[in-house]
């Protein structure tokens, strides 16, 4: 816990919670697999001049609290939309990146009015059958070992070679809040993960979207973000040089100037 941080139950669980800025309009994030709500220091930095923030760690995450799984992403929307309930939180922008943006569609689909915005970074509508292994195997990997193996491999997917080259530091930062994710929590997101399948559903989304992609994602490709830009009218396609998963961590700059963007456009 930081100073700041906030427990807030929902979903049965106790939630790392916090809350930047005092006044303006609220934006929500919602993390990626493996990650905390720090992954956006960078954005918050900037939009909390003017807007409330709200993150908070995911279920099986960071702080908050965890549950056997497997979990399922009305699991883990319904949690998102409980920690809203219990702050008060009305109507906001939503930002998921990954599973985040897995997270977010579900909400935004269960709970239309409550969204003024969406960002959907580096995340999909829909896998194909042949990710069902990976995923099985990342969670028995981590239920049988612990995170120490997928915490060396993974932030090889989640930055360029360019970015480990030059800011070592932060890809131990990440890889250290990798291993230490409560494994029963990661096995049991990415029990959720291969089953996101909201694409038919997409188009009932009217509010303005910002699609955001790092050009080099290997996990969620440039072909899942253009799937979810043609389901989505009101959508924008963000093409990031230079990133690869986490694109706003590798440049937050180009990332926070979209999310700058669609909230100017957004009522
Ligand atoms: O962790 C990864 O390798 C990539 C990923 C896919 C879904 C998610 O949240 O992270």
Same mark, same amino acid.
């Given at each position: 816990? @930081?100073?700041?941080?906030?427990?807030?139950?929902?979903?049965?669980?106790?939630?790392?919670?916090?809350?930047?800025?005092?006044?303006?309009?609220?934006?929500?994030?919602?993390?990626?697999?493996?990650? @905390?709500?720090?992954?956006?220091?960078?954005?918050?930095?900037?939009?909390?001049?003017?807007?409330?923030?709200?993150?908070?760690?995911?279920?099986?995450?960071?702080?908050?609290?965890?549950?056997?799984?497997?979990?399922?992403?009305?699991?883990?929307?319904?949690?998102?939309?409980?920690?809203?309930?219990?702050?008060?939180?009305?109507?906001?922008?939503?930002?998921?990146?990954?599973?985040?943006?897995?997270?977010?569609?579900?909400?935004?689909?269960?709970?239309?009015?409550?969204?003024?915005?969406?960002?959907?970074?580096? @995340?999909?509508?829909?896998?194909?059958?042949?990710?069902?292994?990976?995923?099985?195997?990342?969670?028995?990997?981590?239920?049988?070992?612990?995170?120490?193996?997928?915490?060396? @491999?993974?932030?090889?997917?989640?930055?360029?070679?360019?970015?480990?080259?030059?800011?070592?530091?932060?890809?131990?930062?990440?890889?250290?809040?990798?291993?230490t994710t409560n494994p029963e929590g990661y096995a049991g997101c990415c029990a959720a993960i291969p089953h996101i399948d909201t694409t038919a559903r997409l188009p009932a989304i009217d509010v303005p979207v910002a699609v955001i992609v790092g050009e080099h994602d290997p996990s969620t490709t440039i072909e899942h973000a253009r799937r979810l830009h043609a389901a989505i009218a009101g959508s924008t396609l963000h093409i990031i040089p230079e990133a690869a998963h986490l694109s706003n961590v590798e440049q937050p700059e180009h990332?926070?100037?979209?999310?700058?963007?669609?909230?100017?456009?957004?009522?």
């Amino acid at each position: 816990m @930081t100073e700041g941080d906030r427990m807030i139950e929902a979903g049965g669980i106790p939630h790392r919670v916090r809350i930047d800025g005092t006044s303006g309009p609220w934006v929500v994030f919602s993390n990626s697999l493996g990650c @905390t709500l720090e992954m956006w220091d960078e954005q918050v930095a900037v939009l909390s001049a003017g807007h409330r923030v709200l993150r908070y760690d995911t279920r099986g995450h960071g702080g908050s609290g965890s549950t056997s799984g497997p979990y399922d992403f009305e699991l883990l929307a319904g949690d998102l939309l409980a920690i809203l309930d219990a702050v008060g939180v009305e109507r906001c922008t939503l930002v998921g990146l990954s599973m985040g943006g897995m997270i977010a569609q579900h909400a935004a689909l269960a709970q239309p009015e409550r969204f003024t915005g969406l960002a959907l970074a580096d @995340t999909t509508s829909h896998y194909g059958r042949e990710v069902s292994d990976f995923w099985a195997g990342r969670a028995a990997t981590a239920l049988s070992q612990g995170l120490d193996s997928i915490a060396l @491999t993974t932030p090889l997917r989640w930055f360029t070679p360019a970015l480990v080259a030059r800011n070592p530091e932060l890809v131990r930062r990440y890889q250290r809040t990798l291993r230490t994710t409560n494994p029963e929590g990661y096995a049991g997101c990415c029990a959720a993960i291969p089953h996101i399948d909201t694409t038919a559903r997409l188009p009932a989304i009217d509010v303005p979207v910002a699609v955001i992609v790092g050009e080099h994602d290997p996990s969620t490709t440039i072909e899942h973000a253009r799937r979810l830009h043609a389901a989505i009218a009101g959508s924008t396609l963000h093409i990031i040089p230079e990133a690869a998963h986490l694109s706003n961590v590798e440049q937050p700059e180009h990332f926070t100037r979209i999310l700058l963007d669609l909230l100017r456009g957004t009522p």
